[in-house]
């Protein structure tokens, strides 16, 4: 699928190949600039990794992104529409942004048929797959408070990829993760991109983005550039 949408877009007007476009993005919080005039292009159907060090606004970049934050000036399209406009949020994108709030007391498969019932109430047998395709047992009785880190993080993905989004944006996916567990995201990753996903990947490792970014950029003191 990616391949015929990307041929497509080499004989289409440039804008049309642009997932997301960040457009001279600022955003200061107590005074301290955290997003300097931020302007960077994301493809359509491709994985695009954010390195940098803590506090480099890679984070608060996918953010603002989500439309979680408003920003100082310039603007942000996300499939061509604007984030942010009357309060708005883009459709169609999954996040793991900050750890989740989950709640200790429910089994993995009623966390996500809880959140289901918020965002669009997926079949069960939809949850249940993507439960299985992160890893985890959808029959497994035991709650939340007893997951390791690992399976929290693994449950952390599977709400983002529920309803199959067309925009994924991923903080740190592979932390808490033994090498298992990061070969199964470089896979899923893989699988979303083929399948025509646009992929925003922030991490703080070199050689992870190496594995699986299409393309990469560095962010350092709000600021990116591409590499």
Same mark, same amino acid.
């Given at each position: *699928? ?32 955290? !997003? ?7 493809? !359509? ?14 984070? *608060?970049? !996918? ?35 900050? +750890? ?17 019932? !918020? ?29 390791? /880190? ?11 990829? *529920?309803?199959? +989004?067309?925009? /994924?944006?991923?903080?740190? +996916? ?14 899923? /990753? ?15 490792? @070199? ?17 990116? @550039?591409?590499?």
């Amino acid at each position: *699928m990616v391949e015929v949408a990307m041929s497509n877009c080499a004989n289409a007007r440039p804008t049309r190949c642009i997932g997301v476009r960040v457009l001279g993005v600022s955003k200061s919080i107590k005074g301290n600039p955290v !997003l300097d005039t931020v302007s960077a292009d994301f493809a !359509l159907g491709r994985v695009s990794g954010i390195r940098g060090h803590n506090g480099s606004g890679k984070t *608060m970049l !996918l953010r603002a992104i989500a439309g979680l934050i408003s920003v100082d000036k310039g603007s942000i399209e996300v499939f061509g529409e604007e984030v942010g406009v009357d309060g708005s949020f883009p459709m169609g994108v999954g996040f793991m942004i900050e +750890p989740l709030e989950l709640w200790d007391e429910f089994t993995g498969l009623e966390m996500l048929t809880l959140l289901s019932s !918020l965002r669009g109430k997926f079949c069960v047998d939809h949850l249940r797959s993507t439960l299985i395709r992160v890893g985890l047992d959808p029959n497994d009785t035991r709650k939340i408070k007893s997951f390791s /880190l690992g399976m929290r993080q693994r449950l952390n993905l599977a709400q983002a990829l *529920m309803g199959n +989004p067309r925009l /994924l944006l991923l903080d740190e +996916p592979t932390n808490a993760l033994d090498e298992d567990g990061q070969e199964t995201i470089c896979r899923i /990753l893989r699988d979303e991109r083929d399948r025509g996903t646009t992929i925003i990947v922030v991490s703080h490792d @070199r050689e992870q983005l190496d594995r699986i970014a299409d393309v990469q950029y560095v962010m350092s003191d709000g600021r990116i @550039r591409e590499v």
